[in-house]
């Protein structure tokens, strides 16, 4: 935590607001100190490591993270408190501040006697030794242990330049809009405890824009264990803008019925029971939508690289759906589609079926398999070396754009593979990404 943050023992405490924070992990994933946490309720922050560095604020999709509270140092919020909450706590009165204020003073007074040039309180002392213990962690330096990519930070935080404008936030968790379940589809040919759902929701007449790339959240019906109201689950929408149906206004989404944990223990998830449960004409309370910045681009000639495991295909599908009717339409001027899509097995890969049907020069597909039997596992990443010539062309072409969506434990490996290739073809890798990331062209949304 910086000092600038701390004024006569006074905190701005970065904080979290759990009404609309759809935890989605976009904080936490991109925090460079690693001052963000959460349980299965909460993301919160660590004020003790947090050093205002901002980086967080602007992929939020929600405005969640951008909330801040004044509030006595020695009475900072903890996390155990934070993780609790259902709603921000009201702004402090301006007398408890004055309290604290006068008690800084009394403390600066009573270290009068500090050795020349100590010109902190005591307080601030505290906070500037959190300050470099966070800047320590984040440095890396000469053990092997601390060379450690950081995949997060090379993430755009902005749209590509041709992206159509977004709406964003019309609906929040106060006032959710009702969708009808029209469709519910298994993409999937595995058994129960693969299955993914394809599921579209009508919106009827009330007006529900999004882009290809965005988000909606879902409210589940009921209560948690401690009687509260079930949090908003994201999902990324899976279909083009003019609707899962050209001309209606409805989406779809992509969703995967958990029923166990990642440590594999069983558990049934809410939402997504809930949605892949769901029958025609059932209701569906929806907020959003969300992001403003993986968005693909409007340029026909622009390239685009979609890297994506499991559910993670669903904003490909919507950008390779769009793109497919401007090519029915004749808009499609030649730009190029790469998909590198993992998965477990063929059966549980979504939408196997009908990516078998897309034409070859309309997209150039790469499938990684884990866990065929009698077959060597192949991820994501090994398929972008595999790739490297083509790759390496396109991250030379300044309207090539890549997109990578899934599972958290996926995004390194590709970053990793993309900065091999680059440095194989003779690129300087950390100028390549930093402008592919200046101008928004190597999105990350993992989770």
Not at 306 to 313: E, K, Q
């Amino acid at each position: 935590m910086t000092v600038a943050l701390v004024e006569h023992g006074i905190l701005t405490q970065h904080l979290i607001d759990p009404e609309i924070c759809i935890r989605c992990n976009t904080c936490e994933a991109t925090c460079p100190v690693g001052a963000i946490t959460h349980d299965d309720r909460n993301y919160v922050v660590l004020a003790e490591q947090c050093n205002g560095c901002m980086d967080c604020v602007s992929p939020c999709p929600t405005g969640a993270i951008d909330n801040w509270r004044k509030v006595p140092l020695a009475s900072a919020y903890p996390v155990a408190e934070q993780l609790l909450w259902d709603e921000l706590p009201e702004e402090l009165p301006p007398e408890a501040l004055v309290q604290a204020l006068v008690q800084a003073r009394t403390q600066a007074q009573d270290a009068a006697d500090a050795p020349a040039g100590e010109d902190l309180s005591q307080a601030q002392a505290v906070i500037a030794a959190a300050a470099t213990r966070g800047a320590d962690a984040a440095r890396p330096d000469d053990q092997a242990d601390t060379q450690v990519l950081r995949s997060a930070s090379y993430g755009a935080t902005v749209p590509p330049w041709s992206a159509a404008h977004p709406y964003t936030n019309l609906h929040g968790p106060r006032s959710p809009v009702t969708a009808t379940v029209v469709g519910n589809l298994n993409c999937t040919e595995a058994g129960f405890d693969s299955e993914t759902h394809h599921i579209v929701l009508d919106f009827g007449s009330q007006p529900f824009p999004v882009l290809e790339g965005q988000s909606i959240a879902v409210i589940a019906p009921g209560t948690d264990a401690q009687g509260r109201p079930h949090v908003a689950r994201q999902y990324s929408v899976a279909s083009a803008r003019n609707g899962e149906r050209p001309g209606y206004n409805n989406l779809a989404l992509t969703v995967k019925r958990v029923t166990q944990d990642h440590q594999g223990r069983p558990v049934r998830g809410v939402a997504s029971n809930y949605l892949c449960d769901a029958r025609i004409g059932d209701r569906v309370q929806v907020i959003g939508p969300f992001g403003q910045s993986f968005l693909m681009p409007n340029h026909p000639r622009s390239h685009i690289v979609m890297i994506c495991t499991g559910t993670g295909s669903a904003p490909m599908r919507a950008m390779t759906e769009w793109r497919r009717r401007l090519r029915k339409s004749g808009r499609f001027e030649g730009g190029k589609l790469m998909l590198f899509f993992g998965a477990r097995t063929p059966q549980e890969l979504p939408y196997f079926g009908p990516l078998q049907s897309l034409p070859r020069d309309f997209i150039d597909n790469n499938l990684a398999f884990s866990r065929v039997a009698g077959q060597p596992r192949r991820y994501v990443q090994d398929l972008l070396r595999e790739r490297a010539a083509d790759l390496a062309a396109l991250l030379r072409d300044d309207n090539a754009h890549f997109y990578v969506c899934g599972l958290k434990s996926m995004e390194e490996g590709v970053v990793l593979a993309l900065r091999d290739v680059a440095q194989q073809a003779g690129l300087d890798w950390e100028q390549v990404g930093a402008r592919l990331k200046r101008e928004g062209r190597l999105h990350l949304e993992t989770y």
